[in-house]
């Protein structure tokens, strides 16, 4: 979802012979064949929680579902998805629609899904249209071409917002008279000068910065800020060298350590929350929710939910600014470095899929002119009207949108753009208006008051405004290393559940450890990286970079 209002744009079995000539059945002969009229319902499991899932009751989903006669019964996960896929794999028994992100192979190396390449052909000239010049990025490997994942990320995209950053509650600038936040130590100091004046809010003890550890997302808020605090982009696990292509196991830079040093230091300083690596995400939206943490260092989609409701409550001075923080000056943070277009994550379809015809098709709608702007602006003549040929949302309609926690489940606008492809920002449709509503004036339009104060006062008029551009770094030729496929049944995937175990029991002991005992536990992680073998998992993971960019590049 998008960040503080809905206009925002902003992870065993082995192959099976029968579920193979399934699957090369439904390539060949069922492509081919023609879907009947008739509604279905199709299964679908997604590894992402969707807290905005509207059970196809909204105005939007019935729209949907009155044109490709297709409803979704879904099934979202709230851990990342890898177990319940690993025992989908082991069992041979699949929804229709699959949404695995970094799971896929699992699902490749069962035989789960059907190659889409021919459906795509006959049934999906819309999947056609968008991909473009794109089309060799869907390709599953070298050594496999087969389509299995339509990829989601947005095409050709413009990034109007940071989605990565330091988050520092407005009221807290507002207070220090809107000091510099370009290092962790004016970060620090900030919350630090705003606890000793303020030690309670609204009668609750307030709290500097608080991260999240559960399970999988100890990536997105503890681990990963490491390498953008320390200008290298979001390559997963590793860090990609720009020159050679070889990889490294981020933590095992030594700039990260000194991040992580840091939050070692906050811990030791009491501005760490001391619950942050006990909490659930729950929890950690429901105390962000309640106004009293400071400062997050978080992915902006993770914590929206909690956005919208310090809005919805009028709490708006208790929202967050989104800041480039990096480790020193020396360093640039790479949130707007461009990857190109994103294959890899994405929906596949299943060989249970009884209907891959009407599979393929509903896909194609979704990514159609009219499904695009019926996702983004909603009906005609109740979200939007039509002003001398323009599509114009009206003033009270635009603050629902802003304000309304539930504006999405209720309206049904983008509860289905994670499942299929999508324009992406900027992109314009045939009459030249841009597919979703976003851009530079409908960003600055959404902003409270106290959000436009701040960046006033700051000089600029977005948050991106405050962030190296996009022209200030190369574009990254491998897209981005974390959606390489990974054989799940590899030593190198073997290696790397071995080492993030590691990386979730040692990190958390490094950063609640007292300093002077801080080299000593990081030496021994790195060890223990180096007895699970990571050095080798380096090497595999430096050829999978390579045969991607060939691949890409062919």
């Known amino acids: 979802m998008e960040k503080r209002s809905v206009v925002r744009a902003s992870t065993i079995a082995g ?45 939007v989903s019935q729209k949907v579902m009155e044109e490709t006669g297709v409803t979704l019964q879904p099934e979202f996960d709230v851990n990342g998805g890898e177990q319940k896929i690993a025992l989908m794999a082991a069992s041979g ?23 889409l390449t021919d459906l ?25 071409e087969s389509i299995y994942i339509l990829p989601t990320s947005p095409i050709d995209h413009t990034y109007w917002e940071p989605g990565n950053g330091f988050m520092l509650q407005h009221e807290v600038v507002k207070e220090l008279g809107y000091p510099d936040i370009r290092t962790v130590k004016d970060f620090e100091d900030a919350i630090r000068a705003y606890m000793e004046e303020n030690p309670t809010i609204d009668g609750q003890p307030t709290l500097g910065l608080s991260l ?9 808020s503890t681990t990963n800020p490491a390498f953008y605090a320390t200008g290298a982009p979001d390559d997963g696990e590793f ?21 992580f040093r840091w939050l070692n230091h906050m811990n030791d300083s009491g501005l760490l929350d001391p619950e942050s690596f006990v909490q659930k995400y729950d929890q950690y939206l429901e105390k962000i929710s309640s106004g009293r943490v400071l400062g997050l260092i978080d ?21 967050y600014g989104m800041y480039p923080v990096t480790l020193t000056e020396e360093y640039k943070h790479p949130n707007f470095q461009d990857t190109g277009y994103l294959g890899g994550w994405g929906i596949g379809i299943s060989i249970d899929n009884e209907d891959p015809v009407k599979a393929i098709q509903f896909l194609d709608y979704l990514v159609s002119e009219e499904g695009q702007i019926l996702q983004n602006w909603g009906l005609e003549g109740e979200h939007y009207e039509i002003v001398d040929g323009k599509r114009v949302i009206p003033p009270e309609e635009m603050e629902e ?5 539930n504006y999405v489940k209720e309206t049904g606008i983008g509860v289905l753009k994670g499942f299929a492809p999508a324009y992406g920002d900027g992109v314009e449709d045939s009459t030249g208006q841009t597919f979703t509503i976003a851009n530079t004036e409908q960003i600055i339009d959404s902003y409270t008051e106290v959000e436009k104060e701040v960046l006033s006062n700051y000089g600029i008029e977005m948050w991106k405004d405050l962030y190296p551009q996009e022209d200030e770094f190369p574009v990254k030729p491998w897209g981005a290393a974390y959606n390489i496929p990974v054989d799940s049944s590899s030593d190198l995937n073997v290696i790397m559940q071995r080492c993030l175990d590691i990386v979730k029991r040692k990190v958390p002991e490094a950063i609640l450890a007292a300093p002077e005992e801080f080299d000593q536990i990081w030496d021994e992680f790195m060890a223990e990286l180096e007895g699970a073998g990571v050095e080798e998992a380096e090497k595999e993971y430096t050829e999978l970079v390579r045969t991607r960019v060939e691949l890409w590049n062919d």
């Not at 929804?95 to 190396?109: C, H, Q, R």
């Not at 819309?126 to 089309?135: I, Q, V």
């Not at 999240?212 to 997105?220: E, G, K, N, Q, S």
Request: aromatic letters at 10%; hydrophobic letters at 35%; charged letters at 30%.
């Open 120 to 144: 795509i052909e006959e049934h999906g000239p819309n999947l056609k249209k968008a991909y473009g010049d794109y089309f060799n990025r869907l390709k599953w490997s070298e050594e496999d």
């Open 299 to 319: 992915a902006d989609w993770q914590v929206d939910d909690a956005e919208r409701a310090l809005r919805e409550a009028g709490k708006h001075e208790r929202m």
């Open 212 to 220: 999240l550890a559960d399970d999988w997302r100890i990536m997105i």
């Open 15 to 59: 192959a099976v012979i029968i579920a193979a000539l399934g699957m090369a059945g439904c390539t060949s002969d069922d492509a081919s064949n023609e879907s009947d009229d008739s509604p279905v319902t199709f299964t679908l499991f997604s590894a992402d929680p969707h807290s905005q899932w509207d059970n196809m009751e909204s105005p």
């Open 239 to 259: 860090y990609i060298d720009p020159d050679t292509y070889e990889a490294t196991m981020h933590y095992r830079r030594a700039e990260e350590k000194e991040y």
């Open 93 to 115: 028994d699949y929804p229709d629609f699959i949404l695995p992100k970094g799971s896929a192979s699992t699902l490749v190396n069962a035989g789960a899904f059907i190659d």
């Open 401 to 405: 949108r802003n304000n309304n926690a």
